[in-house]
C-alpha cells in the first residue's frame, strides 16, 4: 500500500521484524522512505506534515504486529524519530542552497518571499512534532504513551532539525543584510564617482565658457582697435569741414 508515496507494506514488515539489533537498519529505512516521499512533492510545510503523519501512523501499525515490541516499543519510536529527523535535515539543507542562490543574485531581507521562506525553515522542527505528536493521538492504545514520552524527549533535547534550521536562518540573514550593506555601498560610491565626473565636466564647460567669452571682447592695441582708430579719425575730419 502506497500514502503519500511511502510503501507502507515494506516499512511495517521491517517493524514487525525489528528488534534491538535491528535498530540502526530501522532508522536508515525511515530516514529512507520519508526523504523519498519528499523528494516527489513540493516540499512544503503542509506535505512535510503529510509524510511525517503518514511515517508515524506506519510505524505504529508496524510496531503494533511486532511480538517483541512490548519492551522495546519506545527503543523502536526512537528510531523512527530519528530516521524521521535525519530526513528533515535534508530538506533543511536542499531549502539552505535554494535560498543561498537568491542571496548569492542579491535578495534582500526586504524581500516577502525571501522572508516567508525562512520562516517556513524555521517551522519544519514544528511541523514535525505537531504531526508526529497528532498521528500518535490518533493511534491511541499502549503505543501511546511510549510515542508521548521519546516526543517529550526529543523536545526538550531539541532535533538536530530544529538545530540546523536556526543556524541555516541566522547564517542566511547575516548573509543577505552582507549584501544589503554592500549593495548599498557599492551604490554609494557609484552616485559619488558619477558626482566627481559631474563636477569635472561641469568644469570643463565653465573654462570653455571663459575662453569663449575672452574671445569676443577686444584688448587694448588688438586688430579691433587698429580699426576703430582710423573710423574715430574720419569722423573727426568730416566735422571739422
Known amino acids: 500500500m502506497m500514502k503519500s508515496g511511502i510503501d507502507q507494506d515494506a516499512l511495517i514488515k521491517a517493524y514487525a521484524q525489528a528488534g534491538a539489533q535491528q535498530g540502526e537498519a530501522l532508522r536508515k529505512a525511515v530516514a529512507d522512505a520519508t526523504l523519498k516521499a519528499l523528494q516527489g512533492r513540493e ?3 503542509e506535505n512535510i506534515r503529510k509524510v511525517v503523519k503518514t511515517v508515524t501512523q506506519t510505524a505504529s501499525t508496524g510496531i503494533a504486529q511486532n511480538p517483541g515490541a512490548a519492551g522495546d516499543a519506545e527503543a523502536l519510536i526512537d528510531k523512527t524519530l530519528a530516521g524521521i529527523d535525519a530526513a528533515l535535515l535534508q530538506a533543511v539543507e536542499a531549502n539552505r542552497r535554494a535560498l543561498q542562490q537568491f542571496v548569492d543574485q542579491g535578495a534582500g531581507l526586504q524581500e516577502k518571499q525571501f522572508k516567508d521562506a525562512l520562516a517556513n525553515v524555521e517551522k519544519i522542527e514544528d511541523a514535525f512534532f505537531s ?14 504513551a511510549p510515542w508521548q514520552h521519546a516526543l517529550d524527549a526529543l523536545r526538550e533535547k531539541g532535533s538536530d532539525t530544529g538545530a540546523r534550521a536556526t543556524s541555516t536562518v541566522e547564517q542566511l540573514m547575516e548573509q543577505a543584510q552582507r549584501t544589503l550593506r554592500d549593495s548599498r555601498a557599492s551604490s554609494l560610491r557609484a552616485a559619488e564617482a558619477l558626482m566627481q565626473s559631474y563636477s569635472a565636466l561641469v568644469s570643463g ?9 575672452q574671445g569676443r571682447t577686444p584688448s587694448p592695441g588688438s586688430a579691433g582697435s587698429e580699426e576703430a582708430a582710423p573710423a574715430s579719425a574720419a569722423a573727426k575730419s568730416r566735422k571739422t569741414r
Not at 504531526?131 to 501511546?144: I, M, V, Y
Not at 564647460?205 to 567669452?213: A, D, F, N, T
Open 131 to 144: 504531526a508526529a505528536g497528532k498521528a500518535a493521538q490518533a493511534a491511541g492504545g499502549p503505543l501511546l
Open 205 to 213: 564647460v565653465l573654462i570653455g565658457m571663459s575662453e569663449g567669452l
Open 43 to 45: 516540499l512544503t510545510l
